[in-house]
C-alpha cells in the first residue's frame, strides 16, 4: 500500500509468485488482471519482457554488436546505437540477455489488437509500432481528411494550416500538403509545462495548464483566417483554450479538424488518462444532456458523424468551441492512414468494441 493505494507491481508480483514458474505466474497475472499487463522484469542475469495477450501495447526488441535491449518505444534505444531487431508478438515472453533473446514461451499474431491511439495521440514520432512509423501515420492521415473535405466541398478558403503542437503538427503538415494551403505556426508551445494536458485529474488544473503551453506569433494570427489540427477532442478542454487564446490574439476564423473520431468511451485497457467518468468526455457529456441515460442506445449513431445524431453532436460541440467549422476524422479514414487490417487495432475508444 502506498498512500491508501495498491501498489500495481506489488500487485502483479503477488500474482506470479502464486504460480510455480515464470512463465506460468506472467500468464496467470495477465488472465486475472482486467487490463493490459506488459512487463520488463529485471533478474541476476537478464530481463524477462512479456507484452500482453491482446497486444495493445508494443514490445521492440532491439539488437547491436555486444548485446539486446528491449523498450516499449524503439526510439528509447536508437541514440544508444541499437537497431530494431524485432517487435515481439501479442503474449509472448522473451528472456533478454547480452548473448541473445530466448523466446520462452510462444506469441500469436493474429490475436493482435494494438492501441490505434498511439498512432494518433501518445506515441512518439519517430516510433515504429508493427512496421508503421508514427510520423508517417500522422501525416497521411492529415491527407486523408483533406481529401474528405475537398471531395465534400468542405474545404474551408483560410489562409494558413496549423497545428496544434505537438502531435497535431504532423496531421497538419499532411493536410496542408494535400490541400495546396500553407503551413504556418502561429503558436508556439512553451515546454516547461506539463506535456500532456488532459491527464492532470483537477479540470481546474487541466484549464491552467491548457492555457500556459501556448504562445502567440501575432503576425500568423491577426486577421487570419485558420484551419488548426489536432489530435484529438477528448473534454474539450485544451481545444476551448486554444480557440479562445486565437481569437484573443486577432484572428477573423477558426476552423478545427479532429485528426480522429469523436472519443465515446474512456479506455479501460491503458492508464493514460485518469478520469473518473465517461461524463468528462465532451462527447459523451452532450449526448447525455441531449437524450438523458438512453444516450448510451444512440452511441453508434453519434460516433458517425454522417448521420443526422452524429451531425448533431458535432454542431453542438463546434458550437461550445466557438469554432467556424468542426469535422472529425472517421474510423474508416483512421484505419486508412494506420494502414493495417482493422481486425489488429484496437477502436474501443470510438466504438466500444472490444
Same mark, same amino acid.
Given at each position: 500500500m502506498s498512500s491508501g493505494k495498491v501498489n500495481s507491481s506489488s500487485l502483479v508480483g503477488a500474482l506470479i509468485a502464486q504460480k510455480d514458474n515464470i512463465v506460468d505466474g506472467i500468464r496467470y497475472a495477465q488472465e486475472r488482471i482486467k487490463g493490459t499487463l506488459s512487463l520488463l522484469i529485471l533478474t541476476e542475469d537478464g530481463i524477462i519482457a512479456a507484452r500482453d495477450k491482446d497486444g495493445r501495447l508494443p514490445i521492440i526488441i532491439g539488437r547491436r554488436d555486444d548485446g539486446y535491449c528491449v523498450s516499449f518505444e524503439s526510439f528509447a534505444f536508437q541514440k544508444l546505437g541499437y537497431?530494431? =531487431?524485432?517487435? #515481439?508478438?501479442?503474449?509472448?515472453?522473451?528472456? +533478454?540477455?547480452?548473448?541473445?533473446?530466448?523466446?520462452?514461451?510462444?506469441?500469436?499474431?493474429?490475436n493482435l489488437r494494438i492501441c490505434t491511439f498511439l498512432w494518433t495521440y501518445y506515441g512518439y514520432p519517430n516510433s515504429v509500432y508493427e512496421g508503421v512509423t508514427v510520423e508517417t501515420m500522422r501525416t497521411r492521415n492529415g491527407e486523408i481528411m483533406a481529401e474528405h473535405? +475537398?471531395?465534400n466541398g468542405t474545404l474551408p478558403d483560410v489562409d494558413f494550416i496549423c497545428g496544434v503542437p505537438d502531435s497535431g503538427v504532423p496531421h497538419a503538415i499532411g493536410y496542408a500538403n494535400r490541400s495546396g494551403i500553407p503551413f504556418a505556426r502561429p503558436f508556439i508551445k512553451y515546454?516547461?509545462?506539463?506535456?500532456?494536458?488532459f491527464m492532470p485529474q483537477s479540470q481546474s488544473m487541466r484549464n491552467k495548464v491548457a492555457k500556459m503551453k501556448l504562445i502567440p506569433v501575432h503576425e500568423l494570427i491577426e486577421g487570419k483566417k485558420l484551419l488548426f489540427v489536432d489530435d484529438?477532442?477528448?473534454?474539450?478542454?485544451?481545444?476551448?483554450?486554444?480557440?479562445?487564446?486565437? =481569437?484573443?490574439?486577432?484572428?477573423?476564423?477558426?476552423? #478545427?479538424?479532429?485528426?480522429?473520431?469523436?472519443?465515446? =468511451?474512456?479506455?479501460k485497457y491503458l492508464n493514460f488518462s485518469r478520469s473518473t467518468s465517461e461524463l468528462?468526455? +465532451?462527447?459523451?457529456?452532450? +449526448?447525455?444532456?441531449?437524450?438523458g441515460e438512453e444516450g448510451v442506445k444512440y452511441i453508434n449513431e453519434y460516433s458517425d458523424t454522417n448521420t443526422e445524431r452524429g451531425k448533431r453532436l458535432r454542431a453542438e460541440i463546434c458550437r461550445r468551441l466557438k469554432l467556424t467549422s468542426l469535422e472529425f476524422q472517421s474510423l474508416e479514414g483512421t484505419v486508412k492512414a494506420v494502414g493495417l487490417p482493422e481486425s489488429g487495432l484496437c477502436s474501443y475508444c470510438w466504438n466500444g468494441k472490444e
Open positions: 537497431d530494431i =531487431y524485432r517487435e #515481439m508478438l501479442p503474449g509472448e515472453i522473451v528472456k +533478454i540477455t547480452s548473448k541473445r533473446a530466448e523466446v520462452l514461451s510462444d506469441g500469436v499474431q493474429k473535405d +475537398i471531395e515546454t516547461p509545462t506539463w506535456p500532456r494536458s484529438s477532442i477528448v473534454r474539450g478542454t485544451q481545444m476551448r483554450e486554444t480557440v479562445e487564446f486565437l =481569437y484573443a490574439n486577432g484572428a477573423k476564423e477558426v476552423h #478545427m479538424r479532429s485528426a480522429c473520431p469523436p472519443i465515446m =468511451y474512456g479506455c468528462d468526455l +465532451i462527447a459523451r457529456r452532450i +449526448i447525455h444532456e441531449f437524450e
